[in-house]
């Protein structure tokens, strides 16, 4: 079993950036595949990153593709969202989760196991 804390959010203008990190517990993070995704009000928690266990392979949802990054780090049982170029409609609440799936990049929500608690991101106009 793996806990999940989200960490990293808060208000930024447009055109901003803010680093997301999401801190696992146990001892077995590189078990799992990783995956951020987001829940926007009144809206349904969409994909937006995920990560194999070696950091080798990456999957972004498009309409992040060149603005945010994933990466992890499996001595420190940590994965960041690296987010740039910031637009209002990315605010969200963001939440991290694993999955079993270790060698693949996975997208679909259903196949995640653990999940974070979630942090907000708010983007200023």
């Known amino acids: 079993q793996v806990q999940l804390v989200e960490s990293g959010g808060g208000l930024v203008q447009a055109g901003g950036s803010l680093r997301l990190s999401c801190a696992a517990s146990?001892?077995?993070?590189?078990?799992?595949?990783m995956g951020w995704f987001r829940q926007a009000p009144g809206k349904e928690r969409e994909f937006v990153a995920a990560?194999?266990?070696?950091?080798?392979?990456?999957y972004y949802v498009d309409f992040v593709k060149g603005r945010f990054t994933i990466s992890r780090d499996n001595t420190k049982n940590t994965v960041i969202l690296q987010m740039n170029g910031l637009k209002p409609e990315d605010t969200a609440v963001y939440y991290c989760?694993?999955?079993?799936?270790?060698?693949?990049?996975?997208?679909?929500?259903?196949?995640?196991?653990?999940w974070g608690q979630g942090t907000q991101v708010t983007v200023s106009s």
């Open positions: 989760a694993a999955s079993l799936e270790r060698f693949s990049t996975v997208v679909a929500s259903a196949r995640y196991k653990y």
């Open positions: 990560i194999n266990w070696s950091g080798g392979s990456t």
């Open positions: 146990g001892r077995t993070f590189s078990s799992y595949a």
